[in-house]
């Protein structure tokens, strides 16, 4: 917990100046001295209640933080106290039974899509994409935002007063406001935020959270230079319009950082998004930096100059933690490499032998450049193995030797072989497979940049029941999950009793995908008394390809009935259930459907991997 106390508590205090002023929440603002006494062409009281609706925004959005980590470290500490007291109990009752209030907070609010059933299932019009629909908890958590930001830009403007009056009250809070709300922006864009890991929260939902922290900035400076716009044309008329903002620096910058904005937004919708993603990418980076270069301009010798700054600091931060990340992880002994080799179902296995080892965990997932392909995109891929790069270690078990949990255990410790498996699609997947394709010895070796590792904090050893749903490609996420709770019951370190895979193919072909590591955990030690494994082909090519070659790991024809899996396995469940999923949208909202439907008779906690942008 220290570390995470620090991380916190360093946020803190960085962002306690900007919520509550040098002197503390106890300050009377009227009379701090960095308070701004008038605004450019604005009053001395206006300008102090921007300051403190400003500052307003900042402590409610801190609170937040602070209630999200209450949260998080209450639901730790029971896992982990469920999980010491379950270590040496087979039957872990009294964790079977769920809390009823609970249940039904997680049955309505925390699991539930916003209206019946879709929530990861894409949402098309024709060849549209149109993105995915919030859950219950997340529209409320957006709509709560902008209501604040609704008000707090609305509110004390004298609408009764004159025209003039109000427009200027209008322009400067809205304005104002649109600078503070750029600092939770730039949060939530950075992948290697400190809040993700502080929090447990994806950057999936990040990213969700930012793009809407966006529009609120871009609908404040829209709405700022709409109301610079009508208090210049009621003061000159529209005849004198373009010789003002000529002859203006600060009209002009402003106007430029809003047609920035402007761009961002229009370029930054699914549709586009979607379909030309490396695009997008470069354009919005670009656009930014265009965008923070004008408003600098714009604010200059302002107050809110100091909010942009603070978030200006931020980025930077991000980068360069970043870019320290990556030089460290890749330069030196040659850099890294990438094997490269082709598998059946339009899919290649890439191991990476990196310059330096890291702490191999489940979850986590890692961003890679490839140089020969592109340069300056990046691209996130779930890790499925790791080695320590002096053989296969499936080896032994192809040999028949069992694999004692120590063996097992020892993958989980630093490691510089990490292993996983990509599918082919569009743009960089499919460059990276015509390059696969293209090797005449099975491999192809090729130089490249891994950035990470990221997440890795779901954690499953207090479950005594667990289901793991994988469809396709999803089954990198999930591997090392099953090979670390198989280890981990051998061991005596985890609550679990009983574990069951379901994983979702279209064809057995694909089944080649994870085989050699799939091998080696049905070799470990105590595997028969914890492991089922059920496989569903959807489009096999005759009735001989569909056989089950153990009573533990059986395969079935067509696609699963997800309800039926989850309650034949809930009525007798061990102790406390977690069902994982990591696969297409359809089969996602299938076991969120399955699972919220037996909140209050069961404990069961639902956990979701997904990438969207």
Same mark, same amino acid.
């Given at each position: ?68 980590? =209450?949260?998080?470290? *209450? ?7 469920? %999980?010491l007291t379950c270590l040496n109990n087979d039957t872990q009752k009294y964790f079977k039974m769920p809390n009823l209030a609970f249940g039904a907070v997680k049955q309505h609010l925390l699991y539930a899509p916003l209206l ?6 894409? =949402? ?21 935002? =902008? ?108 106007? =430029? ?78 850099? %890294? ?7 059946? #179902? ?152 009983? *574990? ?18 799939? %091998? ?41 009935? *997800? ?14 259930? #977690? ?35």
């Amino acid at each position: 917990m220290t570390p995470i106390l620090t991380q916190y508590s360093c946020i803190l205090l960085a962002m306690a100046p900007l919520a509550f002023g040098k002197e503390g929440p106890g300050t009377n603002s009227s009379a701090h001295v960095d308070e701004p006494q008038v605004h450019r062409d604005g009053g001395i009281v206006e300008a102090q209640r921007d300051y403190r609706y400003s500052r307003y925004t900042l402590a409610v959005l801190a609170s937040v933080v602070f209630c999200l980590l =209450v949260y998080r470290v *209450v639901i730790q500490s029971i896992r982990y106290i469920r %999980t010491l007291t379950c270590l040496n109990n087979d039957t872990q009752k009294y964790f079977k039974m769920p809390n009823l209030a609970f249940g039904a907070v997680k049955q309505h609010l925390l699991y539930a899509p916003l209206l019946r059933r879709r929530h990861n299932r894409e =949402v098309h019009f024709a060849w549209f994409h149109l993105g995915y629909i919030p859950t219950r908890f997340q529209s409320l958590f957006l709509a709560g935002v =902008v209501a604040m930001n609704f008000t707090l830009s609305c509110y004390g403007i004298a609408w009764s007063g004159s025209r003039a009056t109000a427009l200027t009250q209008l322009r400067n809070r809205t304005g104002t406001l649109s600078v503070v709300n750029m600092i939770p922006l730039v949060v939530l864009a950075g992948r290697s935020s400190p809040l993700i890991s502080l929090l447990n929260i994806s950057f999936d939902n990040f990213n969700l959270i930012h793009r809407w922290f966006g529009r609120i900035v871009f609908l404040q400076a829209l709405a700022h230079s709409v109301a610079q716009i009508a208090i210049s044309v009621d003061k000159s008329g529209w005849a004198r319009m373009q010789t003002t903002f000529q002859n203006n620096q600060i009209f002009m910058t402003g106007l =430029v950082a809003t047609a920035a904005m402007t761009a961002i937004v229009l370029q930054a919708n699914s549709a586009l998004r979607h379909a030309f993603y490396e695009t997008f990418l470069h354009l919005h980076i670009t656009l930014v930096i265009i965008t923070l270069i004008f408003l600098w301009k714009h604010l200059d010798g302002t107050h809110p100059q100091k909010y942009l700054l603070a978030m200006i600091v931020f980025w930077v931060i991000e980068r360069l933690t970043r870019f320290a990340s990556l030089v460290y992880r890749n330069v030196g002994k040659g850099g %890294t490499k990438a094997d490269l080799e082709l598998l059946p #179902g339009d899919a290649c296995r890439v191991t990476l032998k990196m310059v330096r080892p890291w702490t191999f965990q489940p979850g986590q997932h890692i961003f890679i450049t490839v140089p020969s392909i592109g340069l300056w995109t990046s691209h996130p891929f779930s890790l499925a193995w790791s080695d320590d790069g002096t053989g296969d270690s499936s080896h032994d078990a192809e040999k028949g030797y069992q694999l004692s949990a120590d063996d097992i255990l020892s993958d989980s410790r630093d490691k510089n072989s990490m292993s996983l498996i990509i599918r082919r699609r569009s743009g960089f997947t499919e460059k990276l497979f015509q390059k696969a394709e293209r090797s005449t010895s099975g491999i192809t070796t090729i130089s490249a940049f891994v950035e990470g590792p990221y997440g890795g904090h779901a954690v499953l050893h207090s479950y005594g029941t667990v289901m793991i749903f994988a469809g396709g490609v999803g089954i990198t996420h999930q591997v090392p999950f099953v090979r670390d709770l198989v280890a981990g019951y051998a061991s005596g370190t985890v609550a679990a009793r009983k *574990v069951v895979l379901v994983w979702v193919i279209q064809s057995p072909e694909h089944l080649e995908w994870i085989r050699p590591w799939m %091998t080696t955990i049905l070799a470990m030690d105590k595997r028969r008394d914890i492991l089922r494994i059920q496989l569903f082909v959807t489009r096999p090519r005759s009735t001989k390809e569909i056989h089950s070659p153990s009573a533990t790991v059986q395969m079935f024809p067509g696609k699963p009935n *997800v309800d039926t899996l989850i309650e034949m396995e809930s009525e007798n469940q061990i102790g406390a259930m #977690g069902v994982s999923v990591c696969g297409t949208g359809g089969l996602s909202d299938d076991v969120r459907a399955a699972v919220r439907k037996r909140q209050g008779t069961r404990n069961i906690d639902f956990l979701e991997q997904g990438f969207t942008w």
